[in-house]
């Protein structure tokens, strides 16, 4: 079984990716939340070993994408 972690690191090394190509498929909203979403996940105290995302996120989310 995977921990949650190295699911978590794969899936922002899978965003980083997606961020870094020029692919033209990508929407310029959805280039904007992948972007966003490796800055605003990460781990805020030492005692919670859950990586949470930034207290705005769902917000942020939706100025994004609207």
């Not at 690191?9 to 966003?36: F, K």
């Not at 979403?37 to 917000?59: C, H, R, T």
């Amino acid at each position: 079984m995977w921990s949650v972690s190295h699911d978590l690191h794969t899936v922002l090394r899978v965003l980083d990716g997606l961020r870094d190509t020029d692919t033209p498929y990508i929407s310029p909203a959805v280039t904007a939340v992948i972007a966003y979403v490796p800055q605003a996940i990460g781990y805020v105290d030492s005692n919670v070993e859950l990586p949470l995302p930034a207290p705005d996120f769902a917000e942020r989310i939706e100025e994004l994408t609207t």
